[in-house]
């Protein structure tokens, strides 16, 4: 369940993100990022173990962590991260990370099995919804942002990826029209593409193969660093490639 | 492209200390080397109008230079922090050097603290791919100590501390650059009038340039990680550029920076306005669609750069025109000489 240390003492404001699947990967490695800027931290993970040994690590800089155990589409779960996002009482980072990957290797989608592609849906676009849905008070009241990752998968087509791809796809329309929804209420919401990294992930999809060309997730760490100093409402309704060659700020 | 390939002999001998107006009492006095595709013209910078004609446009740089570089006192002791780039309040890309001549690497441990001006920084991560670079974090805006206690960005070769101003240029309006975008330093007032008068129009871009030209350290040049820049693209800009190359003029960038921020706005139908952070690393496998020439100085062996001159008009005639340049004593660094490359 829940736990705490290392209360803010800083004379900068705090800042606290609420990151999913942050035990591992991509998630992880945004995580360090923020705590070693000191920013007060929210994580989730399905594993007791990795989340727990994240933690251990992330404390260990200073920041303010909590954990909390648990599956993004279980309702008491998403109410267990909502009372701690309550405690705190201030967001102004909403990382829709957790992904389901759907069976590997992928079947092509005139065979996916349909249960699968059923889970696929409600990790990848309504576990995120339902989570922007329990913290909009909070992040309507620090003008947060939400990012939803997304995958170049959600515009390839690609053979196998069907799943996965239209579910991410799913996903980013959620992000454009709640940008648009959301705008007067001074929430900000982006899709962010990581790009290939050298991940568990990405190993799950292409198994048995060599991934180690692909760059680490540390790649991706001045995107971040650029995210940060975005106005939410200036890049709100935007696609972002963390690798990409442009982060673009519209006009 | 390899690395190898952007290697030259270069004597420090030609390395320029001095803003040249200190000695001869005109930025216009260094000299020019113009490189077309007939060959090499030497001529000095009080020459560079008559090699522009009625209806070319010459792009600016308007970023202006920050006293970026600091006094630091960690774990290491006294040191040099140069700030590099901002990218969001108290997060900045920095270099920590053991003084402006010794570059380190600083034995900078993740977590680790120092102390600058009346604030404390953190050393959050490395940069990936460029381990010299850190993202560090302060607890208190930088900006207000850059003003009280820092100074221009130097480097070994300069062993006095010049006056802010010595760094900025005719263009210069908006501060922001950790490193100056030099290629404009010897256009006099003098100079843009002349050059208005012959017909030739100047618009600007805005990129904040951070520390200097990155040597490539990988085999392969494609294979370097380049750091992204702040930049913009106004629409007046763009519409120029296009009308001027409709009409069949030349485009002609005041220093790399330029080439990187009009690059960054290219697209099938020309040059769109855009603003934000660029990663463009231009090389020979990535053409330059949208200058035709470039004002510039002299960069250092196997730099990023050097690259981009490659991609501008092929390494041999680079190489050429810096052998040109080498055995004619031009002057190298922000300094030095200019080198106009006009490609048609």
């Known amino acids: 369940m829940a736990q705490s240390s290392n209360p803010p003492t800083h004379a900068q404001a705090e800042r606290v993100a609420l990151i999913t699947g942050a035990s591992r990967g991509l998630g992880y490695t945004v995580a360090e990022f923020l705590a070693r800027q000191r920013w007060t931290l929210i994580l989730t993970a399905r594993h007791e173990v990795p989340l727990l040994e994240a933690v251990k690590r992330l404390q260990a800089t200073g920041a303010s962590i909590t ?124 899709a962010v593409d990581p790009g290939d990294l050298r991940t568990q992930m990405h190993q799950d999809a292409f198994p048995g193969q060599d991934i180690s060309d692909r760059p680490l997730p540390e790649v991706t760490l001045p995107f971040w660093a650029w995210l940060e100093g975005q106005d939410p409402l200036r890049v709100t309704g935007q696609r972002f490639e963390a690798q990409g060659t442009v982060w673009e700020v519209p006009a | 492209m390899k690395r190898q390939e952007l290697v030259f002999e270069q004597p420090t001998a030609l390395f320029a200390s001095t803003p040249v107006e200190m000695d001869h009492g005109a930025r216009d006095a260094v000299r020019l080397l113009v490189t077309t595709p007939s060959g090499h013209q030497h001529a000095t910078f009080a020459d560079f109008p008559r090699f522009l004609t009625a209806g070319d446009l010459l792009v600016a740089n308007e970023s202006a230079t920050l006293a970026a570089s600091l006094e630091s006192h960690g774990p290491s002791g006294t040191y040099t922090l140069d700030l590099s780039t901002r990218y969001a309040d108290g997060l900045w890309l920095a270099e920590p050097r053991w003084d402006p001549a010794h570059p380190g690497p600083m034995p900078i441990q993740i977590g680790e603290e120092a102390r600058v001006g009346d604030a404390t920084v953190r050393y959050v991560a490395p940069y990936p791919g460029i381990p010299r670079l850190w993202f560090i974090t302060a607890d208190r805006p930088l900006e207000p100590i850059l003003e009280r206690a820092g100074v221009p960005i130097h480097y070994g070769y300069v062993q006095k501390i010049w006056p802010l101003d010595s760094y900025q240029s005719l ?49 392969t040049v494609e294979a370097q990680a380049v750091y992204p820049e702040p930049f913009q693209v106004s629409e007046a800009t763009a519409k120029l550029v296009n009308r001027t190359r409709e009409a069949g003029h030349r485009v002609v960038a005041i220093g790399t920076t330029v080439v ?54 092929g390494l041999p005639r680079v190489m050429d025109a810096y052998r040109e340049a080498i055995a004619n004593g031009y002057r190298w660094h922000e300094f030095g000489d200019s080198h106009l490359i006009l490609r048609t």
């Open chain 1, 67 to 190: 954990a909390v155990r648990g599956d993004v589409t279980q309702d008491r779960h998403r109410h267990d991260l909502i009372a701690a996002v309550r405690r705190i009482g201030r967001l102004d980072l909403l990382i829709n990370n957790a992904s389901e990957l759907g069976a590997s290797p992928f079947p092509a989608l005139v065979g996916y099995p349909l249960e699968v592609l059923r889970r696929v849906l409600e990790v990848n676009v309504v576990a995120p919804l339902a989570l922007i849905h329990a913290c909009l008070p909070t992040l309507k009241a620090s003008k947060g942002l939400v990012v939803n990752i997304t995958s170049d998968a959600a515009r390839g087509g690609y053979p196998g990826w069907g799943a996965y791809g239209s579910s991410k796809a799913a996903l980013e329309l959620v992000s454009k029209t709640l940008a648009n929804e959301l705008r007067d209420a001074g929430v900000g919401v982006v």
């Open chain 2, 171 to 219: 263009f210069s309006r908006v501060p922001g650059s950790a490193e100056m975008p030099s290629a404009a330093r010897p256009i006099t007032p003098k100079i843009r009038e002349a050059l208005e008068v012959a017909g030739v129009r100047f618009a600007s871009v805005l990129l904040h340039s951070g520390v200097s030209s990155l040597e490539i350290e990988t085999d």
């Open chain 2, 260 to 313: 990187r921020a009009l690059e960054s706005a290219w697209t099938a139908d020309g040059i769109r306005p855009r603003q934000g952070f660029t990663r463009l690393f231009i090389h020979p496998g990535n053409p330059v669609r949208s200058v035709d020439g470039l004002l510039t100085g002299f960069h250092d062996p196997v730099t990023s750069h050097l690259a981009m001159l490659a991609a501008l008009i």
